[in-house]
């Protein structure tokens, strides 16, 4: 079972129950897709660590093959190609790396070359794999390190996706089982949530919502899950007592026994729902 942790902004807590998940599974792999500020690993402190570079293929031209027929500029539909002063020219931060530029070049004018963009990190928490991708500082896509990091899935496996509902979350979560939305209970909150509601519902995945942080319900919120008959999973009040074990890096469903529980009863709703 893959299981995905999204938030539609940042500081929801999505990495928060992400990690106390699997906390509460034991044996599992715990990834973070979050590979522009990946923190997981500041809670879970993985031991005996491996580091693999991931890099992903750019095209590359050979003008002297080339006769400027443009079928390459043509195909390619997220305008990474532009013919300039009579040569092809690739725009790296929007190619996603597709091939097909190559595939539709009758010359053979159109080769590939490696571009490093980030590392994936491996390593272990008692019986969670923790593993972590990281993008290089500049790059523009987070694609082709979430793939690579994804390549570790288990049988049992949560994810820590990227917040927000870009291209890099929607990579994330297409071969989910079930998402878990992580909202605040707040008119920001609330916006950028139903953002992501629309996300996982387009790819057709089963959802539930976790409301963190709450300190009284939010009406429109409220509303909202009773409209689309999403399933409140777990309303998590605010407590300062929590939130020194989250400052102090340290993972509550390890640290207090009733919140470990909690997790576990989250685990217990999503299998029923499956």
């Not at 991931?54 to 195909?75: A, H, M, R, Y």
């Not at 629309?198 to 539930?208: A, D, S, W």
């Not at 469903?253 to 909690?262: D, F, L, N």
Request: glycine share 8%.
């Amino acid at each position: 079972m893959k299981i995905a942790c999204l938030s539609g902004k940042g500081g929801a807590g999505k990495t928060f129950v992400a990690v106390n998940l699997a906390a509460a599974v034991e044996t599992c792999t715990y990834i973070d897709c979050d590979v522009e500020e990946p923190n997981g690993r500041l809670f879970w402190k993985p031991e005996e660590m491996q580091t693999e570079s991931v890099s992903t293929l750019l095209p590359q031209f050979d003008v002297t093959k080339c006769n400027g027929c443009k079928k390459c500029v043509e195909f390619c539909k997220f305008h990474a190609l532009v013919y300039i002063k009579e040569k092809p020219m690739v725009f790296s931060e929007v190619c996603h790396n597709c091939g097909g530029c190559q595939i539709v070049c009758p010359e053979g004018a159109v080769s590939e070359v490696e571009k490093p963009v980030g590392i994936i990190e491996i390593g272990h928490h008692n019986h969670v794999k923790v593993v972590t991708g990281i993008l290089n500082t500049g790059e523009a896509s987070g694609v082709g390190v979430i793939k690579s990091a994804l390549q570790k899935s288990s049988e049992m496996t949560i994810l820590d996706c990227p917040p927000g509902s870009a291209c890099s979350v929607m990579e994330t979560v297409m071969d989910v089982d079930y998402c878990v939305l992580v909202a605040e209970p707040t008119a920001f909150g609330f916006h950028n949530v139903k953002m992501v509601y629309e996300l996982v519902t387009l790819l057709g995945k089963p959802c539930g919502m976790v409301i963190n942080k709450e300190t009284e319900p939010y009406t429109p919120l409220e509303d909202f899950c009773k409209e689309k008959n999403i399933p409140i999973l777990e309303r998590i009040l605010y407590n300062p007592v929590l939130a020194k074990y989250i400052a102090d890096g340290e993972i509550v469903a390890e640290m207090v026994p009733s919140e470990k529980k909690r997790f576990a009863t989250i685990l217990e709703k999503i299998g029923g729902v499956l």
